[in-house]
Nanobody
Framework: EVQLVESGGGLVQAGGSLRLSCAASGFTFDDYTIGWFRQAPGKEREGISCISSSDGSTLYADSVKGRFTISSDNAKNTVYLQMNSLKPEDTAVYYC??????????????????WGQGTQVTVSS
């Protein structure tokens, strides 16, 4: 079964940066997509970004464009989310997700089959 291990969450002041990592294992597929989502208390799970292992194509939510960057190291089966200029509104539990697909066209939870455990990101003002 596919397993996703996240790391890099923590507490940071507004304007600071964090880099999240998602290491995937338990699969032998060549083509897959990994995405990042977040969920704040009382709110719906929100798609942040995703990247295709096959062609490197990416999607971003409007709320993070220009501040967050997704990247991948296919040799390590690892995807990163570089978060800069963090705001208190970015505070949430961040999840990575996986689906065996060449790419995805919509950044929604229904597009993904496997999920990590989540990592807390807290941005103080």
């Amino acid at each position: 079964e596919v397993q996703l291990v996240e790391s890099g969450g923590g507490l940071v002041q507004a304007g600071g940066s964090l880099r999240l990592s998602c290491a995937a294992s338990g699969f032998t597929f060549d083509d897959y997509t990994i995405g990042w989502f977040r969920q704040a208390p009382g709110k719906e799970r929100e798609g942040i970004s995703c990247i295709s292992s096959s062609d490197g194509s990416t999607l971003y939510a409007d709320s993070v464009k220009g501040r967050f960057t997704i990247s991948s190291d296919n040799a390590k089966n690892t995807v990163y989310l570089q978060m800069n200029s963090l705001k208190p509104e970015d505070t949430a539990v961040y999840y990575c997700a996986f689906r065996e697909v060449y790419t995805v066209w919509k950044l929604t939870p229904e597009q993904f089959d496997y999920w990590g455990q989540g990592t807390q990101v807290t941005v103080s003002s």
